[in-house]
Structure formats: C-alpha cells, structure tokens
C-alpha cells in the first residue's frame, strides 16, 4: 500500500473511532436494525481493524449469526446486505463533512471494498442457511408424510412421498412390518406415486420388505410405478421377480380385493323402464 | 442458467441433495422426464458410491452443448481406495459391499456417455453425459 493510501485509510478509522455512537446511531436509523446488534458488530470490526493485519474472522462469525438467524426469521437476503452497505452510507456522509475531505475520499474506496465483501458475505451464509433450513424441512416433512394408513380390514398400505434415502426408507418399511404384527393384517401395498426416482438402494429396501413381510405370512404389492420410473427400474437391472406391481394404488386394490376373497360391487343403479303400448 | 455447481459429498443428505440439484439442471437442460429420472438415478449412485466406498467425495454438475444439443454432465471424484479390477466393478451384481452390485454398470446404462477412471489408491473418478433429444 502506498503512503498515501495509507493515511487515507488512517484517516477513514480514525473517523470511525471517534464517532462511534453518532454511526451506529444513524446506521441503525437506516439498517432498521438494533443498534446493540449493531454495535457489537461495528466493534468487532474496530478490533479488526486495530490488529492491522485485517483479520476479518470474528466479524465474519458475527455477520453468520445474524445472516442465519435473520434467515429463520424470514427476512429477504438483500435486506441483510443492505443493513450491512448501510455503513457505507453513514460514513460516507461524515466524510463529506471531514475538514480532511480530501485525504478521506481516499480510503473511502478502501472503505467501501471492505463493506462490500462483508455484505457479500452475510448474502452467502444467508443462502447457506436457507439451503438448510429447506433441506431440514424437507427431511420432516418425508417423516411426518409415510404413515401407514388401514385401507380395508386386513388391508394396509404405506404412501411413500418425497426423494428416499436409506435411513428413512428403512425407518417406513419397518413401520410397515410392525403394523403387520400389530393389526394382524396379511395384505400390503407399497405405494411410490410419490418417490421421484428408485435407485439400487431404494429398491434393495422395498425388495427386502416384501420378503420380511412375506416370512410374517402377509403379502405385498408394490404400486405406483409412473413410466420413467418403470423404464430406470429396467434400465438399472433391478429384478423384482415375482413381486406383483401395478401402475396405480386402485390397481393394487382391486389385486388385493381380489386376493382377499373381497367382492366390491357396484351400487345398482334404479332401473326406469318406459314402455308405451300401443302407441 | 449455464456454469457449473457442485455439491460435496459428507452424508446421505448430501446425496439427496445431489439428486434434487441434478433433477433441476435436468428440466433447465430439457431432458425428458425419463431422461430426467435417468440421469438423477446415477447420479445417486454414484454419489453413493463415493460416500460409501471412499467416505466421501465431490460432485460437479455442468451443462454442456454439442452442436444444437444440451446436455447434463456429471464429474463425480472422490480420494479413496479406487477400483482394482474395473472389468469386475462394472459387472451386473458384483458387490463388495452388501448391495445389489448393479449402481456402476446400472448407471452406464442409464447414461450416453460413460468415463471410468480408477486404480488402487488413485481415487475414482466418473464422468457421465446425458443428452437431451
Ligand atoms: N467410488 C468407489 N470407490 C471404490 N470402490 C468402488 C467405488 N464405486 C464402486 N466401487 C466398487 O465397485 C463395486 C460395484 O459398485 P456398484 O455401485 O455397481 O455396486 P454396489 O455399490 O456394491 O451396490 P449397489 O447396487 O447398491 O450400487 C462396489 O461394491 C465397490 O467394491
Ligand atoms: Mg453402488
């Protein structure tokens, strides 16, 4: 760094130092933020400045906390960064009116190369956090969303809903299984309308349910297989041997009515018959 | 959106992520929806392969042009042990592990193009293509 530039910047900190509450006063105006969070900020940034060797780890700790928790908060990730450029704004205009104008528009450029990156970086670990918090949900929602549910007596069927892993998937099938102790039921349906795609392991899994199922003496039909996932299935070479599938749960049903000794008729419907004699 | 993304590989929530990021590039690309579910199937496998087999790894998701074409391309690397006999690896039901053995030469299938390289202590790396008609 030149001389010059240093002093400018010297100049810019020295400013900062001094005026330390009118800043955070105005800044917190602008940030629409609290001007304790603020200021705790504003001098972890003073300490990294004092250090000289522009360690920026604890202010950049501190800007994760609140980019995260403003995150969960629901707030707009611009909103964060411009509470951040807010800084840039108050200094700005407290340099404007510096007697030294001319040596502090100098390390105004510093100045604001600096506040851009932490602003950037608040915008990072927002999207960071956010991924996360979606990732989170996602993960409960695939919980909350495979109940085993009765469909008949004798008669369960498990929805399976959202992309599997294997944790999860095992933690559906032996749901599964217990509901068949449980309930005494000996019919089954796999229902996975609502899984995007099957893999070698989410296939393994179903394959060893049906058999775990089958050794319990219940039997088990797979439903739900769209066309692309029918068409991986083969492509992949996974074999489901003499496991019955069918396309839709109402298939699968009316297979299980069927294998149960169920008969389903339709209502009958009121006959009207017209007849004119002799017209 | 073209360029690159990439989603390293520590857990199996990180192979869920893969699969999502990969079925999202796969509809911007303009795959069909059986190439989509294609593409996102070996690209869970072999991101699986990775975390299983070598505790981890790396994908990177691009999207590459050929004439009139795009396409989705995955480069998926890890450091571990690598593959010692390929030919065997590629094999329909060869496992070493407790799996079906048929995520590596399943995702050959499922792909357009298919790059294999590996060798013991090297690592393994694949590299997979898939075009949109
Ligand atoms: N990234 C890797 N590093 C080291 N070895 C690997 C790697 N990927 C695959 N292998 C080896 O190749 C074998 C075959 O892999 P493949 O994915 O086809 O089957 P699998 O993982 O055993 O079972 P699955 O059908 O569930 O995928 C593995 O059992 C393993 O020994
Ligand atoms: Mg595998």
């Known amino acids: 760094m030149s001389v010059q530039a240093d002093t400018a910047r010297r100049r810019i900190e020295e400013l900062l130092r001094t005026n330390e509450e009118q800043i955070i006063g105005r800044w917190a105006k602008i940030a629409k933020a609290s001007s304790e969070e603020l200021s705790e900020l504003y001098r972890a940034l003073l300490a990294s400045l004092d250090e000289g060797k522009n360690d920026l780890a604890d202010i950049r700790g501190l800007l994760a906390d609140l980019s995260r928790s403003r995150a969960r908060a629901g707030f707009a990730p611009s909103d964060t960064a411009r509470a951040v450029f807010g800084l840039k704004e108050v200094v700005f205009e407290l340099a404007e009116s510096d007697a030294d104008w001319a040596e502090a528009a100098g390390g105004l450029v510093w100045f604001s190369r600096l506040i851009d990156d932490l602003g950037l970086y608040t915008f990072e670990t927002y999207t960071d956090a956010r991924e996360k918090i979606i990732l989170d949900q996602a993960e409960q929602l695939l919980e909350l969303s495979t109940p085993v549910v009765k469909m008949w007596d004798g008669i369960v069927a498990v929805p399976l809903i959202g992309t599997l892993d294997s944790a999860r998937t095992q933690v559906v099938m032996e749901k599964l299984l217990q509901t068949l102790v449980d309930t005494g039921a000996e019919h089954a349906i796999i229902d996975i309308t609502g899984v995007p795609a099957v893999d070698t392991q989410v296939a393994q899994h179903l394959l060893k349910t049906v058999v775990a199922a089958r050794l319990m003496g219940a039997e088990c039909v797979i439903s739900g297989i769209r066309p692309q996932i029918a068409h991986t299935i083969v492509t992949l070479g996974v074999e489901f041997g003499d496991i019955v599938t069918k396309a839709s749960l109402a298939d699968a049903l009316a297979h299980t009515f069927r294998r149960a000794g169920i008969e389903v008729g339709r209502a009958r419907q009121a006959h009207v018959s017209i007849r004119a004699e002799n017209a | ?133």
């Open chain 2, 1 to 133: 959106m073209t360029g690159e993304r990439e989603v390293v590989i520590t857990s199996s929530a990180d192979v869920v992520a893969v699969r999502q990021l990969v079925r999202s590039v796969a509809i911007e690309v303009g795959l069909s929806l059986v190439d989509q579910t294609k593409i996102v199937t070996a690209a869970s496998e072999l991101a699986r392969n990775a975390l299983v087999y070598a505790g981890g790894g790396d994908v990177r998701i691009l999207v590459v042009e050929n004439g009139h074409r795009r396409g989705l391309k995955l480069i998926v690397t890890d450091d571990g042990p690598g593959i010692p006999d390929l030919e065997l690896a590629l094999t329909d039901g060869w496992t070493t592990g407790n799996g079906l053995g048929l995520g590596l030469s399943g995702s050959r299938r499922l792909v357009d193009e298919f790059d294999l390289l590996s060798g013991p202590g090297k690592g393994t790396t694949v590299t997979v293509t898939k075009w949109a008609r």
